[in-house]
């Protein structure tokens, strides 16, 4: 007898700008890792860009707010600004699916 296949899962790239250590990107960072962790079900890489050590990558990304939190896949690209404190917003925001029974 062969086990079922598992149901495979979405992993959700997403990457924050931050400006190095400053408080609202580090509340940033924290909202993120607790929503990756409680709505995704840890289904998530996450890149994070210091704007402060790679400056060129706020042109080159387009990026005019930090923390700015952009969804790389699944498609398409989309982003929020802010601290990420409005979980609501930040889920559909980024058309991201909450986990079933996520408080």
Do not use: F
Request: charged share 20%; hydrophobic share 45%; net charge positive.
């Amino acid at each position: 007898m062969t086990a079922a296949p598992k149901a495979s899962r979405t992993i959700h790239r997403l990457r924050l700008y931050v400006a190095g250590q400053s408080p609202r990107s580090m509340v940033a960072l924290g909202n993120l890792n607790r929503l990756c962790r409680v709505h995704l079900g840890g289904q998530c890489r996450v890149e994070v860009v210091d704007l402060l050590e790679h400056p060129e990558r706020a042109q080159r990304d387009q990026i005019i707010a930090i923390p700015t939190l952009v969804k790389r896949w699944p498609l398409p690209l989309l982003q929020v600004v802010g601290d990420l404190s409005d979980v609501a917003y930040v889920i559909a925001g980024l058309e991201l699916p909450a986990v079933q029974g996520a408080s």
